[in-house]
């Protein structure tokens, strides 16, 4: 007599759980610098008003053109780690689509339909994305949010 065959957790599958590590990994990261993302662009609203309050007293700057030159090579320097900050944001978020991507096709593999795939991604966006994680900018997180879905049903239809 045969015993009826042992059904396991498609979640549980090692290819479905390290995708779901790499996705859950990618997702800090980019949480991590969209938060200097956030902070560039405070610093350039910030820098915009401080130019125009400089534009308006002009001359009180040849008083302390010094310190003002000492001032713009710490905003520079401090613009250019900003801006090194986004591009490794960039880099995240298209790893965030890659890992996103791997996860939808190992669901697919076994069997989940497009609806239990799009939930199993939406739980794990809302597992990473968790006060324990770090903050993303809620702006960010908003889109981040939108473009994973977007992946998640762009990848289950991929052909395979």
Not at 1 to 6: L, V
Not at 58 to 66: D, F, G, K, L, N
Not at 136 to 153: C, G, H, K, N, S
Request: charged content about 30%; proline content about 3%.
């Amino acid at each position: 007599m045969s015993s009826a065959p042992e059904w396991s957790n498609p979640l549980d599958a090692d290819r479905v759980v390290a995708a779901c590590s790499r996705l859950d990994q990618s997702i800090s990261g980019y949480n991590r610098h969209a938060v200097m993302s956030e902070r560039y662009r405070r610093s350039m609203e910030r820098f915009n008003q401080a130019q125009s309050r400089f534009e308006s007293v002009r001359w009180m700057v040849e008083e302390t053109r010094a310190t003002v030159g000492a001032q713009q090579a710490a905003r520079a320097e401090t613009l250019e780690r900003m801006r090194v900050a986004r591009v490794a944001m960039a880099e995240h978020r298209a790893s965030i689509e890659s890992c996103v991507r791997d996860y939808v096709h190992a669901l697919r593999d076994e069997g989940l339909t497009p609806e239990k795939v799009l939930v199993a991604v939406k739980g794990r966006l809302t597992h990473a994305v968790t006060e324990e994680a770090p903050d993303a900018p809620v702006f960010e997180a908003q889109r981040l949010a939108v473009d994973v879905l977007t992946w998640t049903i762009d990848a289950y239809y991929d052909a395979a």
